[in-house]
């Protein structure tokens, strides 16, 4: 008989969002170092613009989600979906939007969680399929999207961030083939 993990995923509150910010501005600094910005990540702070941002997601419980992985009281893990935000996009196609796990907890099971809860959601709010970005020059993260069914679209974008940043679209089917 397995153990269950000591975490547990659930539904994000307004009042979890200075810990998931937390949660995703430490993750940044820890994993993205070396590919983006030096000055971009050491300026990284929890704005009044974030908060209202997630206050907005969480409160769009239609076609929103936002979840939390939680070891005890303390936040350990975040996601975010919603529609995509692509227009070129059918309106049937939902976007994982952010998926952060504190560097000191990665590899233990939390991402695989709270990506399976974001599809979850994602189907149950309709959508048929959906998208995430992630950083190109990040393998580790290439290669757990890939474990978990994700497919390198070949969709591409450079974002400016005191720099060029490169990232790759990746997109899953949310429906069951019969």
């Known amino acids: 008989m397995s153990r269950p993990p000591p975490w547990t995923v659930r539904p994000a509150t307004v009042d979890d969002i200075e810990a998931f910010e937390a949660v995703r501005i430490a993750t ?4 993205f170092r070396g ?3 030096d000055e971009f990540l050491d300026g990284l ?3 009044p613009y974030r908060i209202q941002r997630c206050r907005d997601v969480i409160k769009d419980t239609e076609g929103s989600a936002v979840v939390v992985a939680c070891a005890a009281d ?3 893990g975040m996601g975010m979906a ?3 935000s692509d227009t070129r996009l059918e309106s049937d196609v939902g976007e994982i939007r952010a998926l952060y796990v504190h560097p000191d907890l990665q590899g233990r099971g939390v991402g ?3 990506l399976e809860a974001l599809t979850t959601a994602l189907r149950a709010r309709g959508y048929h ?3 995430l970005w992630t950083l190109r020059d990040l393998p580790p993260t290439r290669k757990f999207y890939e474990g978990t069914g994700w497919i390198f679209d070949g969709t591409e974008n450079t974002h400016d961030w005191h720099g060029p940043v490169h990232l790759v ?3 899953r089917n949310l429906i069951e083939p019969s």
């Open 28 to 31: 940044w600094k820890a994993c």
């Open 169 to 171: 679209r990746y997109a």
């Open 129 to 131: 399929a959906a998208v």
């Open 35 to 37: 590919i983006v910005s």
């Open 45 to 47: 702070t929890l704005s």
């Open 112 to 114: 695989r969680a709270l």
């Open 74 to 76: 303390d936040i350990i």
């Open 82 to 84: 919603e529609q995509a």
